[in-house]
């Protein structure tokens, strides 16, 4: 009796699985970013974002400026605006005891953005994002200084991708 139970349970979990699996996978709208449906592209050649304070944020707000007009620059009428805030910060993480000195750091450059609509100033999307760039330091003060300033480019470059992943998304729904 006991099987005829459990036999009769799983053709019961068996039958519901294969109606409630369909269904749900139904609801899933999995498309690309910046298909031509989603108008994703347009919205973003009408980014504006605000001007730079430090060199970092001004590599940030180049690149973002560059992925949202895809190389034709700002626009001239934005519809939406984009309050940009970038930090950057260099520290060593291999001390040596003898000399006091660091060979190698790591450089993190912060973006904080608030996407907001140019016409009544509603806040879109507000986020942060983090990007880590590793850096050796040689022996030699300029090469350091040169080896610092460019790992802070390539950690402003990632920062401005993911930022500008976060507007794309947001600009898609």
Do not use: H, W
């Amino acid at each position: 009796m006991s099987s005829d139970f459990i036999s009769n349970l799983a053709r019961i979990t068996g039958v519901v699985t294969l109606i409630v699996v369909p269904l749900a996978l139904s609801s899933c709208q999995v498309r690309p970013l910046y298909a031509e449906s989603t108008g994703v592209t347009a919205k973003l050649s009408s980014v504006s974002f605000s001007p730079a304070s430090t060199r970092v944020a001004q590599e940030v707000r180049n690149q973002l400026i560059f992925i949202a007009g895809r190389g034709a620059g700002e626009p001239t009428k934005p519809l939406y605006n984009v309050t940009l805030t970038v930090t950057a910060g260099t520290a060593g993480v291999l001390y040596l005891a003898s000399s006091d000195t660091s060979q190698a750091g790591r450089t993190v450059v912060t973006a904080s953005f608030v996407l907001k609509n140019a016409s009544d100033g509603k806040v879109l999307k507000a986020g942060s994002r983090s990007a880590i760039a590793l850096v050796d330091f040689p022996t030699q003060e300029f090469a350091k200084q040169r080896a610092i300033r460019d790992s802070e480019d390539r950690a402003a470059r990632e920062a401005a991708e993911l930022v500008g992943a976060d507007i794309s998304a947001a600009l898609s729904r």
